[in-house]
């Protein structure tokens, strides 16, 4: 809903937007048409677009922006490391202080005993090259069969060939020639959606782990699957957070049939979940994890993959027996990314974020929860600090409006934005997931914000005949 007469002409940033730049998951069409909205600075937990509008910021950007969208310590030691030494890479054994401290670090705050960290650039990187690992180490211990990877359908993993074929969104492989041989999906855990009548959620999660074990088998079982990818809550598949019991029961599964189990803690690392690991508030032992986004509190791309010391080991005899482990990026570990990220790991300990983001779970609970009974809501979900509200057309039978012309999720977050807040909308599914840094009072403002957004869709879909009521 960007304001067409904010104009395109001349030399404006509009019109050199559309005139020069190919944005990412964007309608192409519709943006000519309509133009992009320009952010040029941030505050707190605020940006203003180049009209002068402040919008606070209730996605943390891309669930990221952990710290908000200021913060001077992280400006200066980017400085600061740029004047000592801007660019080195870690290829061939040569190294930096900036990676290692951050390798240290991240093992030191592992949910699990980790080995070794490796350094990409973003969450999609290092998924792609945790794909690269499983059949490498599977080449290593002989088992060259063993390559498929299961992950979930409404999972997202990135966008990369072998990320994107790991995320289980139609829109992402619609058209691109995805997903690749040998990667798989089961079922989404979304009680709420996909729970049977009269199926209780123990009874759900049994029934999840019952298919993927299915699943496994179809797909050779132990000889031929090695291992299974899931974000510990789902994010961009519309803030899923599965049943009690679901991951006791399917890493049981995956133990079974010798699998890996791999944690993509891109979204949930570093205390959105209200924990500093989803996998602490999901009680999932991984042997990879990865992470991206708020390891650098988003200030600069970098990402990291944890490996237990089996993987490494394995990994190790191959590189050996090969002469090297033949992937990585001219950045993996950028001395600037990795000396920002370490600063944020440290700002992050100093100012006890962790923490509190754990005070402010309740609150945020509270918020979402008030959305329960809204006539539009028909589930109102959260954990930590990221939540969602799923529109639906009729309560009772949870009926869902037709997403191409009534598009109500859209509505919402339309209606955010002109009230000055950015929220997600997944299609009918209305996420929040706020910088880190949000207080009391910031959040009970972004509430109200959202609940005028959601009443003045209300007051659209009922005048347009869309919602009975
Ligand atoms: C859970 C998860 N994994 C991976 C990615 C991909 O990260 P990137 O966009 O940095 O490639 C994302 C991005 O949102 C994500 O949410």
Redesign the pocket.
């Known amino acids: 809903m960007n304001d067409v007469s904010r104009s395109f002409r001349g030399n404006s940033n509009a019109a050199r937007d559309i005139a020069h730049h190919l944005h990412p998951y964007t309608n192409f069409k519709k943006h000519e048409a309509t133009g992009p909205l320009t952010i040029v600075r941030g505050r707190g937990i605020y940006v203003m677009d180049d009209d002068g509008k402040e919008y606070i910021e209730g996605m943390a950007g891309?669930?990221s922006a952990a710290l908000g969208f200021s913060n001077e310590r992280l400006a200066t030691v980017a400085y600061e490391q740029m004047k000592q030494l801007p660019f080195y890479h870690a290829f061939n054994q040569r190294s930096h202080e900036p990676a290692i401290n951050l390798a240290e670090k991240l093992k030191s705050m592992a949910p699990v005993e980790m080995s070794k960290v490796f350094f990409a650039n973003?969450?999609?990187?290092?998924?792609d090259t945790v794909v690269k690992m499983v059949w490498y180490m599977n080449n290593a211990l002989g088992r060259p069969k063993k390559k498929k990877i299961v992950s979930r359908i409404k999972g997202?993993?990135?966008?990369?060939v072998a990320?994107g074929s790991l995320t289980g969104l139609p829109n992402n492989h619609r058209s691109f020639d995805l997903p690749i041989a040998g990667i798989v999906h089961t079922g989404c855990p979304h009680y709420y959606r996909f729970g049977v009548a009269g199926e209780s959620e123990e009874q759900f999660a049994t029934r999840c782990a019952e298919e993927l074990e299915a699943l496994i088998v179809k797909e050779g079982g132990a000889d031929q699957v090695a291992a299974m990818i899931c974000?510990p809550v789902m994010?961009?598949g519309g803030v899923i957070v599965p049943p009690k019991g679901y991951y006791e029961k399917i890493q049981a599964v995956c133990k079974k049939y010798d699998m890996l189990f791999v944690a993509?803690e891109?979204?949930?690392g570093f205390g959105r979940t209200g924990n500093v690991w989803g996998c602490q508030t999901m009680n999932i032992k991984p042997d990879i994890l990865?992470c991206?986004?708020a390891l650098s509190a988003s200030f600069l791309?970098i990402?990291a993959v944890m490996i237990n010391d089996k993987v490494y080991q394995a990994l190790m005899m191959e590189s050996d027996k090969i002469g090297t482990w033949g992937h990585g990026f001219t950045y993996s570990g950028h001395p600037v990314a990795a000396a920002v990220a370490l600063e944020a790991q440290k700002i992050y300990d100093e100012i006890d974020l962790f923490g509190h983001a754990k005070r402010m779970t309740p609150v945020f609970h509270k918020h979402i929860q008030s959305f329960a009974d809204h006539p539009l809501i028909g589930e109102a979900m959260s954990v930590g600090m990221v939540g969602a509200l799923e529109i639906v057309a009729d309560k009772k039978t949870k009926a869902a409006f037709d997403l191409a012309t009534v598009g109500a999720g859209n509505r919402v977050s339309n209606h955010a934005q002109a009230l000055g807040l950015f929220v997600r909308n997944m299609g009918d599914r209305v996420a929040v997931c706020p910088p880190l840094i949000i207080n009391e009072a910031e959040l009970a403002d972004l509430f109200g914000r959202l609940r005028q957004s959601l009443d003045a869709a209300l007051a659209d879909l009922t005048s347009e005949g869309h919602f009975k009521g």
């Not at 973003?122 to 998924?127: D, K, L, M, V, Y």
């Not at 997202?156 to 990369?160: A, D």
């Open positions: 891309l669930w973003s969450g999609s990187e290092a998924n997202y993993h990135g966008i990369t990320a974000e994010g961009a993509d891109v979204i949930c990865t991206a986004k791309p990402s």
